[in-house]
């Protein structure tokens, strides 16, 4: 499963980044906003950073001006992904822009018949929200499963990169129910190398290597 990081912090990417951790980046208004930086300028530093895609989004509402801002964040870089929300215009801009040869990840995905719509309109990926689900007491990693259901059972090429993950829990059965991608803020990656376990067994190793009163250097 690719690594994508949630987020426009610039050092946060950096920092992962060089630690192979990051095979792209995704963004959004909310991001953007929380970066203080202007998102031409913020995204074309990230993708100097990264090689891999970088999802911008677009914040028009009607599919026309969707696609003169897709097609204005896709000469930013080669390895933008245009970003368009999952409403008709959405993937009317979907369908224009793949058809342009540019990537496009469909976003804010809440159901697995908005995922077969995104997928018919040529979406390099298809962007089911988790953790909003899981907030309003439904199931978001039962939604992947469905979408990774009704993908394969039609062979689309469509990733599934699930996005909105909160927790490592998420992350792991993202992994077992086989979505392509998953996207996560800079906290959340960084938090999966933890386990009480790994804490309680590297204090006891500790206590007993002082005891030795030996040295490797
Ligand atoms: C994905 O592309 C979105 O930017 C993101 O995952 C949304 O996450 P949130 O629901 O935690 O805001």
Redesign the pocket.
């Known amino acids: 499963m690719k690594f ?1 990081v ?1 987020t426009a912090d610039v050092a946060a990417i950096a920092e992962l980044n060089d630690l192979g951790m990051v095979d792209g980046v ?3 208004p ?2 953007i906003l929380k970066s203080g930086r202007d998102i031409l300028e913020v995204t074309k530093e990230i993708c100097g950073i990264v090689s891999g895609p970088v ?1 911008a ?1 677009v914040v028009a509402l009607k599919a026309d001006e969707m696609i003169a801002e897709g097609r204005k964040l896709a000469e930013i870089a080669p390895n933008i992904a245009v ?1 368009v929300p999952l409403t008709w215009d959405g993937l009317k801009t979907c369908k224009t822009l793949s058809d342009d040869g540019f990537m496009v ?1 469909v ?1 804010l995905c809440f159901s697995a018949n908005q995922a077969l719509l995104a997928a018919k309109a040529g979406a390099t990926f298809i ?1 089911p ?1 988790i ?2 689900l899981d ?1 309003i007491n439904l199931d978001g990693l039962e939604l992947i499963q469905d979408i990774r259901t009704v993908y394969d059972n039609y062979s689309f090429k469509t990733q599934i ?1 699930a ?4 927790t490592a829990n998420h992350v792991s059965q993202c992994a077992l129910i086989g979505a392509d991608v998953m ?3 800079p906290a959340v990656i960084k938090g999966l190398a933890s386990h009480v376990l790994t804490d309680k067994g590297l204090e006891q190793f500790m206590a007993d290597w002082a005891k030795t009163g030996q040295k490797i250097i």
Request: aromatic share 8%.
């Open positions: 994508f949630d995704t963004t959004n909310s991001l999802s989004e970003k990840n976003t962007s929200f953790g909003r907030d990169l996005a909105s993950i909160r996207t996560a803020p």
